[in-house]
């Protein structure tokens, strides 16, 4: 990253600096320091804005005499913002979002709807998690996790729309068919599982009816 720095002064001085340095050989005087907004060499979405001098203004540096003033240029990262959309979470359930960062990681504690917040410009990896459902039917799994986003300086980064569903826990049904009778040995059996509605004990015409299973 190169800050550009002008440093003006006595006699017609003008240099701009892109490093820390030191400046030999100035005349006795008032030189002036003013710095611009820089981007990150490798992130241009990410800018650096100055603190001293501030942006738009510029610093008065005495040279002469003695001593020999040194003098900081500071920068500090311009921020940006982040939206999310989350969907399908049960009432009341908040998932923790993990935004782990080029330059810093952030937690977030989400539920439903739709969510801005502000964050360290940079790149980020949002990781979701699964959450045990309350009822203990499963758990609720993200459609979508581990994927990157870019989060400009004074912009807005949108990770679109994470929708969570249910995933039921597995469930075994053990079946001990007995045979009774004459020749029982000799049979068999064929059992149907079908899937039924436990109120009205019908079928619904959308449900998946598996192969009849063979013992």
């Known amino acids: 990253m190169s800050a550009l720095v002008g440093v003006s002064g006595p006699g017609g001085f003008n240099r701009t600096l892109t490093a820390s340095t030191t400046l030999n050989g100035l005349r006795q005087g008032t030189y002036s320091l003013r710095a611009n907004p820089v ?99 499963g758990n609720w799994l993200p459609d979508r996790n581990n994927f990157n986003v870019d989060v400009p300086s004074d912009g807005e980064a949108d990770a679109g729309t994470v929708r969570y569903t249910l995933e039921p826990n597995p469930y075994r049904l053990n079946l001990n068919v007995r045979l009774r009778g004459g020749g029982a040995s000799s049979l068999s059996p064929k059992v149907c599982i079908q899937p039924a509605d436990t109120v009205q004990g019908g079928i619904s015409p959308d449900a998946e009816v598996p192969d009849c299973l063979f013992r």
């Open 39 to 137: 981007a990150h060499p490798g992130l241009p979405f990410v800018r650096y804005r100055p603190t001293n001098p501030a942006e738009g203004s510029s610093l008065g540096v005495e040279v002469g005499g003695a001593n020999l003033p040194v003098t900081a240029v500071r920068y500090t990262r311009i921020p940006g913002r982040l939206r999310v959309q989350v969907e399908g979470l049960p009432a009341g359930a908040r998932a923790t979002l993990r935004a782990i960062g080029s330059f810093a990681s952030s937690d977030f504690a989400l539920g439903n709807g739709e969510q801005r917040f502000n964050l360290e410009a940079g790149r980020y990896t949002l990781e979701w998690p699964r959450l045990p459902d309350p009822g203990g039917r």
